[in-house]
C-alpha cells in the first residue's frame, strides 16, 4: 500500500479514500494526475488574473511535474526539498526561462499550488500528519527519543541524535570523526520530522506481514519485495481478498488512540506532559475496501 491510503484509512477521510483506490470505482484513480489537474486549474486561473508566472505556466503543469512531490509529501518532505523536486521538473520542460532566479520563482509559486492542492484533497491526512508530529516534537523536547509498538508487537524506537563531530589535526591530514554513542542528546527536528512517514511505514509492515501470515495459514505460497506481493497465478485471487480482508481489520482497530495511550503511559510523567487529543475520525466505512478493484493492483 501507499501512505496516502494508510492515511486515509486513519483518518476516516472519504474524499482522499477515493483519491487512493480504498473506494470501489469503474477505473483506476491516479493521485498524481488528480494533484496535477487541480494545481493546473490553480494556474490557469491565475493566468487569467493576470498573474505573470500564471500565464508563464499555464498548460504547462502535468503529472510528471508533480509526482515525486505527492508521492514523498507523506514520508516528510520539506519545503526546500519539494521545491527543488519540482525545479527540476520543470527545468525539463521547453520553456524559455529569462533566468535562473525565474525558475527559482516558477518552482516556489508551483510548490504552493502543491500542498495547497494537497491540502484540499487529503486535509485528514494532513491533520494526522500534523499530529503525529506534534507529539514527536513534545516527546524529543523532553529529550527523549520517540519510541511506540506496532499492532504486531514490535517496539520501536527512532535513533536520531545530535552527533558531535570533531577533527584530527596530524602531520599529514584533517580527519573529520562523527560521535555516534546512543547517549547524546535527542534530535528533536528529526525526531519529529521522521515520526509520520516511520509510524505509517510501520502500520505498512504490520499489513505485509499479516497478509503472510493469513496466506500461510491457507497454504499459498506468498512473496514479498518492497510494496509488492507475489503468489502463484492459481492463488492470486484468493491472495487479493486476504490483503484487503488484512487491511481492513488493521485498521478496524483503534490505531491513534492507543498510540496516544502509549505515549501518556510512557511519557506522561505523571499528568506534567500532555499530548493533544486524536484528530477527528471521518465517516469512511473501510468495509468498502473488501469490493475495491483498484485498491491493491
Given at each position: 500500500?501507499?501512505?496516502?491510503?494508510?492515511?486515509?484509512?486513519?483518518?476516516?477521510?472519504?474524499?482522499?479514500?477515493?483519491?487512493?483506490?480504498?473506494?470501489?470505482?469503474?477505473?483506476?484513480?491516479?493521485?498524481?494526475?488528480?494533484?496535477?489537474t487541480?494545481?493546473?486549474?490553480?494556474?490557469?486561473?491565475?493566468?487569467?488574473?493576470?498573474?505573470?508566472?500564471?500565464?508563464?505556466?499555464?498548460?504547462?503543469?502535468?503529472?510528471?511535474?508533480?509526482k515525486?512531490?505527492?508521492?514523498?509529501?507523506?514520508?516528510?518532505?520539506?519545503?526546500?526539498?519539494?521545491?527543488?523536486?519540482?525545479?527540476?521538473?520543470?527545468?525539463?520542460?521547453?520553456?524559455?526561462?529569462r533566468?535562473?532566479?525565474?525558475?527559482?520563482?516558477?518552482?516556489?509559486?508551483?510548490?504552493?499550488?502543491?500542498?495547497?492542492?494537497?491540502?484540499?484533497?487529503?486535509?485528514?491526512?494532513?491533520?494526522?500528519?500534523?499530529?503525529?508530529?506534534?507529539?514527536?516534537?513534545?516527546?524529543?523536547?523532553?529529550?527523549?527519543?520517540?519510541?511506540?509498538?506496532?499492532?504486531?508487537?514490535?517496539?520501536?524506537?527512532?535513533?536520531?541524535?545530535?552527533?558531535?563531530?570533531?577533527t584530527?589535526?596530524?602531520?599529514?591530514?584533517?580527519?573529520?570523526?562523527?560521535?555516534?554513542?546512543?547517549?547524546l542528546?535527542?534530535?528533536?527536528?528529526?525526531?519529529?520530522?521522521?515520526?509520520?512517514?516511520?509510524?505509517?511505514?510501520?502500520?505498512?509492515?504490520?499489513?505485509?506481514?499479516?497478509?503472510?501470515?493469513?496466506?500461510?495459514?491457507?497454504?499459498?505460497?506468498?512473496?514479498?519485495?518492497?510494496?509488492?506481493?507475489?503468489?502463484?497465478?492459481?492463488?492470486?485471487?484468493?491472495?487479493?481478498?486476504?490483503?484487503?480482508?488484512?487491511?481492513?481489520?488493521?485498521?478496524?482497530?483503534?490505531?491513534?488512540?492507543?498510540?496516544?495511550?502509549?505515549?501518556?503511559?510512557?511519557?506522561?510523567?505523571?499528568?506534567?506532559?500532555?499530548?493533544?487529543?486524536?484528530?477527528?475520525?471521518?465517516?469512511?466505512?473501510?468495509q468498502?475496501?473488501?469490493?475495491?478493484?483498484?485498491?491493491f493492483?
Open positions: 500500500c501507499n501512505g496516502l491510503q494508510h492515511y486515509a484509512a486513519l483518518g476516516g477521510d472519504e474524499i482522499g479514500a477515493k483519491k487512493v483506490n480504498l473506494v470501489p470505482s469503474d477505473s483506476p484513480q491516479d493521485v498524481y494526475s488528480g494533484v496535477a487541480v494545481v493546473a486549474k490553480r494556474v490557469h486561473d491565475d493566468a487569467l488574473a493576470g498573474h505573470e508566472l500564471g500565464k508563464l505556466l499555464d498548460g504547462k503543469v502535468d503529472r510528471k511535474v508533480v515525486q512531490t505527492v508521492m514523498t509529501s507523506v514520508y516528510g518532505v520539506t519545503y526546500i526539498g519539494a521545491r527543488l523536486q519540482i525545479h527540476n521538473a520543470l527545468s525539463d520542460k521547453e520553456i524559455d526561462w533566468d535562473d532566479d525565474q525558475l527559482y520563482h516558477a518552482s516556489a509559486y508551483i510548490i504552493n499550488h502543491t500542498f495547497e492542492a494537497l491540502n484540499q484533497m487529503f486535509l485528514g491526512a494532513r491533520n494526522i500528519m500534523k499530529w503525529l508530529a506534534d507529539c514527536a516534537r513534545i516527546i524529543a523536547k523532553n529529550k527523549d527519543p520517540v519510541a511506540w509498538v506496532t499492532p504486531l508487537g514490535l517496539p520501536i524506537v527512532q535513533p536520531y541524535v545530535k552527533n558531535q563531530n570533531f584530527v589535526k596530524t602531520v599529514v591530514q584533517h580527519v573529520l570523526l562523527h560521535d555516534i554513542r546512543k547517549d542528546p535527542v534530535n528533536t527536528i528529526k525526531q519529529r520530522s521522521a515520526f509520520p512517514p516511520n509510524y505509517v511505514h510501520s502500520l505498512d509492515s504490520c499489513h505485509m506481514m499479516l497478509t503472510a501470515i493469513e496466506c500461510k495459514k491457507h497454504n499459498i505460497a506468498y512473496a514479498s519485495v518492497h510494496d509488492s506481493y507475489w503468489t502463484h497465478a492459481c492463488t492470486v485471487d484468493h491472495m487479493s481478498k486476504i490483503l484487503r480482508d488484512q487491511f481492513v481489520e488493521l485498521h478496524s482497530q483503534p490505531l491513534l488512540h492507543r498510540l496516544r495511550e502509549w505515549f501518556i503511559k510512557r511519557y506522561g510523567k505523571d499528568g506534567r506532559v500532555e499530548f493533544p487529543p486524536v484528530p477527528e475520525r471521518g465517516p469512511l466505512d473501510l468498502v475496501v473488501k469490493q475495491s478493484k483498484y485498491f493492483h
